[in-house]
T-cell receptor
């Protein structure tokens, strides 16, 4: 499959641990943020999104936190499983009508 | 079964040849996008279209061309002018513009021989 993980920051965790993946975004005016998961050789899958009028949003086993003061976004995965192993990308929408700008990604490796 | 499809999954091309990658969606989305992905890098925007018969260049449009004659289709042509075309190409669509969730296809791996 496609080796999208080459030279990426890597987070290694044990199965059952909680994982936190961080992302620094660039534009203080960005109003929409989104996290994607990409498995090797596949297209990115939507995980969770958040708008700038919120600072926290929860999904199933995932939580996104937005700190606009320091322009920081994080993805928390509870009880990480081997199937969570993938590359995770954050993306921001810098202005109304613009397109998403993607970060370089973080590889998450989950050991059984 | 709604979704976004790309074909082929793997594509080989000789240097100097143009090649067209297919992208189709049945989500009734207005906007469609093409991205390029290289190892260790994020997604870079090639072209996007927010409405039929209209499209805009992204960050790395040189050597590529697109058309948007139908709402559900957004084919990408990689021309011989693209100096380093070997990459993983991803198509996406969204209901609105950048402030809405994009859905991705499975990707096409292009290799230039």
């Amino acid at each position: 499959g496609e080796n999208v993980g080459l030279h990426l920051p890597t987070l290694s965790v044990q199965e059952g641990d909680n994982s936190i993946i961080n992302c620094a975004y660039s534009n203080s005016a960005s109003d929409y943020f989104i996290w994607y998961k990409q498995e090797s050789g596949k297209g990115p899958q939507f995980i969770i999104d958040i708008r700038s009028n919120m600072d926290k949003r929860q999904g199933q086993r995932v939580t996104v936190l937005l700190n606009k003061t320091v322009k920081h976004l994080s993805l928390q995965i509870a009880a990480t499983q081997p199937g969570d192993s993938a590359v995770y990308f954050c993306a921001e929408n810098m202005s109304p009508g613009s397109t998403l700008t993607f970060g370089k990604g973080t590889m998450l490796l989950v050991s059984p | 079964d709604g979704g976004i499809t790309q074909s082929p999954k793997y594509l080989f091309r000789k240097e100097g040849q143009n090649v067209t990658l297919s992208c189709e969606q049945n989500l009734n989305h207005d906007a469609m996008y093409w991205y390029r992905q290289d190892p260790g890098q994020g997604l870079r925007l090639i072209y996007y279209s927010q409405i039929v018969n209209d499209f805009q260049k992204g960050d790395i449009a040189e050597g590529y061309s697109v058309s948007r004659e139908k709402k559900e289709s957004f084919p990408l042509t990689v021309t011989s002018a693209q100096k380093n075309p070997t990459a993983f190409y991803l198509c996406a669509s969204s209901m609105g513009g950048g402030g809405s969730r994009s859905f991705f296809g499975p990707g096409t791996r292009l290799t230039v021989l």
